[in-house]
T-cell receptor, first 117, second 113 residues
Framework: GAVVSQHPSWVICKSGTSVKIECRSLDFQATTMFWYRQFPKQSLMLMATSNEGSKATYEQGVEKDKFLINHASLTLSTLTVTSAHPEDSSFYIC?????????????FGPGTRLTVT | KQEVTQIPAALSVPEGENLVLNCSFTDSAIYNLQWFRQDPGKGLTSLLLIQSSQREQTSGRLNASLDKSSGRSTLYIAASQPGDSATYLCATFPIQGAQKLVFGQGTRLTINP
């Protein structure tokens, strides 16, 4: 149980275009979802926290207009990288929390590799 | 503000050895501490979660301990195998401040056949 999926697993896009990444909780209702990015050989950096039906809370230094997060349902959150640039190339990981499964536990997706050319 | 540190950043040992990975944190007021494994280019796999009231957790060849008073956790891997090669991350869920996991930088473990 407590499975989180991401789609796509990897994506290549051209500079200036937008790309959407989906994060789904498959067998539980995720009241809160988190988006992280990870650069090579570095740890995870939290980008934003989203609660279902409300606006995401972004970490300091993360551009909310560039990284659009939508958490429209209890099983789906999306991250849209707008006007992507090569420096946005990274590994993006989402996680989800269901208080019913444990209020302080998070379940992580497999990640999405974004390459901007 | 919680800070989590993992030392060493990288470790290479021969197959079959027992080894210990270290994790330290500055704020002992935590709900839990979690150890993850990450293979290259992959997401996180949760290995062990220790609640704040617990001292250790075991799963197969893995044993994780938690000492909140000293701000330390260790992950013990017995009889290491090449398949254990990965990056190991620890993360705490602090009681104070924002409700979010705080990660260490990870230890890249290589088990040599």
């Amino acid at each position: 149980g407590a499975v989180v999926s991401q789609h796509p697993s990897w994506v290549i896009c051209k500079s200036g275009t937008s790309v959407k990444i989906e994060c789904r909780s498959l067998d539980f209702q995720a009241t809160t979802m988190f988006w992280y990015r990870q650069f090579p050989k570095q740890s995870l950096m939290l980008m934003a926290t989203s609660n279902e039906g409300s606006k995401a809370t972004y970490e300091q230094g993360v551009e909310k207009d560039k990284f659009l997060i939508n958490h429209a349902s209890l099983t789906l959150s999306t991250l849209t990288v707008t006007s992507a640039h090569p420096e946005d190339s990274s590994f993006y990981i989402c996680s989800a929390r269901d208080p019913g499964l444990g209020p302080y536990e998070q379940y992580f997706g497999p990640g999405t590799r974004l390459t901007v050319t | 503000k919680q800070e989590v540190t993992q030392i060493p950043a990288a470790l290479s040992v021969p197959e079959g050895e027992n080894l210990v990975l270290n994790c330290s944190f500055t704020d002992s007021a935590i709900y839990n501490l979690q150890w993850f494994r990450q293979d290259p280019g992959k997401g996180l796999t949760s290995l062990l979660l220790i609640q704040s009231s617990q001292r250790e957790q075991t799963s197969g060849r893995l044993n994780a301990s938690l000492d909140k008073s000293s701000g330390r956790s260790t992950l013990y891997i017995a009889a290491s195998q090449p398949g254990d090669s990965a990056t190991y991350l620890c993360a705490t869920f602090p009681i104070q401040g924002a409700q979010k996991l705080v990660f260490g930088q990870g230890t890249r473990l290589t088990i040599n056949p």
